[in-house]
């Protein structure tokens, strides 16, 4: 039993060991390293994204972080979530963008928390704006012989009504739901992108998309390149070797899989259906 004791004990030493000194063991704790994000897609569910970013975060190892994003966009609040964890994590290390195919509307509301945002000459980004859109189907629903029922507390509570034609009174209200939120989009980008005064901002915030070459001559990103340039940008930042292997927390295999994957399309699966969203979406 002695000897086996000693021979678990030496090989349970090894492996600390080897775990140290391995790239992805333990999250690659001992090996200074460059962290990667990817947002891909429609952002609707933004806790796997703030649950990886709050784990960037906390590792000692990760010294900066690269948010890749291809995203036409998503949800007001989802973007909004992802934004201010990225305000928080760019407190303590420094959060480099790299803008893909598309990286739009919320995809470029969540770039504007990074300290510096790169894009391809190609890159469709920008459209700067809110979108709220319904269907009517009270010509439908008279043609199929529905009869709609309802009872409500207040005269505004179902507005709006996929059954209704809207009024002039609603439309007043919604918009001014539409006029506070791309309030707060420019209000973003006016604190991500501190050079440009504020009159530009508005000028260029009218939904409009942008080439990445457009972008970056009209200010609002700060470099040409793609996830080469960013990873060497910020490799020279934090004095790394630019051919270091950037990490990644593998969100299959790891140990919170159960936070960032399954969970998280659980999550997206329970959503109640709604045809009423603010979004930042390009369109």
């Excluded at 420019?186 to 990445?212: I, T, Y």
Aim: glycine share 12%; proline share 3%; hydrophobic share 40%.
């Amino acid at each position: 039993m002695v000897t086996g004791s000693a021979v678990f004990i030496g090989l349970s030493l090894i492996l600390v060991i080897l775990i140290q000194w391995t790239d992805q063991g333990s999250f690659g704790m001992g090996h200074r390293q460059i962290g990667l994000i990817e947002v891909n897609g429609m952002i609707l569910d933004p806790l796997p994204v703030v649950e990886q970013i709050q784990t960037m975060e906390q590792l000692d190892h990760v010294l900066g972080v690269i948010l890749r994003i291809e995203s036409p966009g998503g949800s007001v609040a989802a973007s909004q979530e992802i934004h201010e964890a990225l305000n928080q994590l760019r407190r303590n290390k420094p959060v480099y963008a790299s803008l893909g195919s598309v990286a739009a509307s919320g995809g470029y509301y969540i770039a504007c928390g990074t300290d510096r945002i790169i894009a391809s000459a190609g890159t469709l980004t920008g459209s700067i704006g809110v979108l709220l859109e319904w269907a009517n189907l009270e010509e439908l629903g008279k043609n199929a012989g529905v009869k709609m029922y309802r009872i409500k507390s207040g005269k505004y509570k179902n507005v709006p009504s996929l059954f209704e034609e809207i009024q002039e009174n609603e439309r007043d209200l919604l918009t001014g739901v539409v006029d506070d939120t791309h309030e707060q989009f420019v209000q973003a980008v006016l604190e991500g992108r501190p050079g440009l005064e504020e009159s530009r901002v508005r000028e260029l915030a009218d939904g409009r998309v942008f080439s990445g070459k457009q972008a970056f001559e009209a200010g609002l990103v700060d470099e040409l390149g793609g996830y080469a340039s960013v990873v060497r940008r910020l490799s020279e930042k934090l004095g790394l070797s630019p051919n270091e292997e950037v990490f990644q927390l593998d969100l299959e295999d790891s140990g919170i899989s159960g936070l960032l994957g399954l969970a998280s399309l659980e999550r997206w699966m329970k959503q109640p259906f709604s045809g009423f969203r603010l979004n930042y979406l390009m369109h």
